[in-house]
Nanobody, 125 residues
Framework: QVTLVESGGGLVQAGGSLRLSCVAS????????MGWFRQAPGKEREFVAS????????YYADSVKGRFTISRDNTKNTVYLQMNSLKPEDTAVYYC??????????????????WGRGIQITISS
């Protein structure tokens, strides 16, 4: 069992930055593939970014490429999502996700085993 707790959400103006954090517990963090997803009102949950166990491989949705950066600190059991140049369309609930099944796979879809509760990000225009 893996528990994920997100933090760092809030309200920011367009063009601003935020950094989300997600702390994982219940399993050795370096064995877990991690991802970030988001769900805007009235829309389906969508992939944002993912990162391999050691952090050497990262993947991004086209909509955030060049603006968002996913990273991890395995000594702190934490994955981060640095979000720059934020746009109103980035407004959503952001979810941290963990994959322990076949963790050498770094999905860009919803093939994750555990999910955080989500955290609200609101970008004002």
């Amino acid at each position: 069992q893996v528990t994920l707790v997100e933090s760092g959400g809030g309200l920011v103006q367009a063009g601003g930055s935020l950094r989300l954090s997600c702390v994982a517990s219940g399993r050795t963090f370096s064995t877990i593939t991690m991802g970030w997803f988001r769900q805007a009102p009235g829309k389906e949950r969508e992939f944002v970014a993912s990162i391999s166990r050691g952090g050497s491989s990262t993947y991004y949705a086209d909509s955030v490429k060049g603006r968002f950066t996913i990273s991890r600190d395995n000594t702190k059991n934490t994955v981060y999502l640095q979000m720059n140049s934020l746009k109103p369309e980035d407004t959503a609930v952001y979810y941290c996700a963990a994959r322990t099944t076949a963790p050498w796979v770094v999905p860009t879809g919803p093939e994750y085993d555990y999910w955080g509760r989500g955290i609200q990000i609101t970008i004002s225009s």
